[in-house]
Nanobody, 122 residues
Framework: VQLQASGGGLVQPGGSLTLSCVHS????????IGWFRQAPGKEREFVSGIWTPTSTYYTDSVKGRFATSRDNGKNTVSLQMSGLGPEDTAVYYC?????????????????WGKGTLVTVSS
C-alpha cells in the first residue's frame, strides 16, 4: 500500500488550503485514512480520520475548521482546511489503518505516506 499526500504550501493566516491523499494497493487490512501533522520541534499529532462518509473524527483544535472527505472511486481522501493560523504550520501526513486505532487514540496506523508541508505565515 502506498499513500501520497499533496497540496501543501504557503498560506496567509485566515486562509484555506486543501490537502489530498491518494492511496494505492490492496486495502484488505485497512479501512480508515487519517491525517496527522508534525510541527517543528513537536511530536506528531492526530488531526482527522475517516472511514465512511459519515464516520469522521477530528482532534479538538481543528473541529469546525477542517473537514475530511473520501472519494473511493478515486482512492483519494481530502482534508479541507480553513481559518488557518500559525499553529497549523506543520508537515501533514496521511496514513492508513483501522478505525479502532483512531477511536481508541492509539494511532497505530499500518501505512504512512510522505508528508506535505503547510506553512501559515504572512
Amino acid at each position: 500500500v502506498q499513500l501520497q499526500a499533496s497540496g501543501g504550501g504557503l498560506v496567509q493566516p485566515g486562509g484555506s488550503l486543501t490537502l489530498s491523499c491518494v492511496h494505492s494497493g490492496s486495502t484488505y487490512d485497512f479501512n480508515a485514512i487519517g491525517w496527522f501533522r508534525q510541527a517543528p520541534g513537536k511530536e506528531r499529532e492526530f488531526v482527522s480520520g475517516i472511514w465512511t462518509p459519515t464516520s469522521t473524527y477530528y482532534t479538538d483544535s481543528v473541529k469546525g475548521r477542517f473537514a475530511t472527505s473520501r472519494d473511493n472511486g478515486k482512492n483519494t481522501v481530502s482534508l479541507q482546511m480553513s481559518g488557518l493560523g500559525p499553529e497549523d504550520t506543520a508537515v501533514y501526513y496521511c496514513a492508513a489503518g483501522s478505525p479502532h486505532s483512531i477511536v481508541a487514540r492509539t494511532y497505530r496506523m499500518n501505512y504512512w505516506g510522505k508528508g506535505t508541508l503547510v506553512t501559515v505565515s504572512s
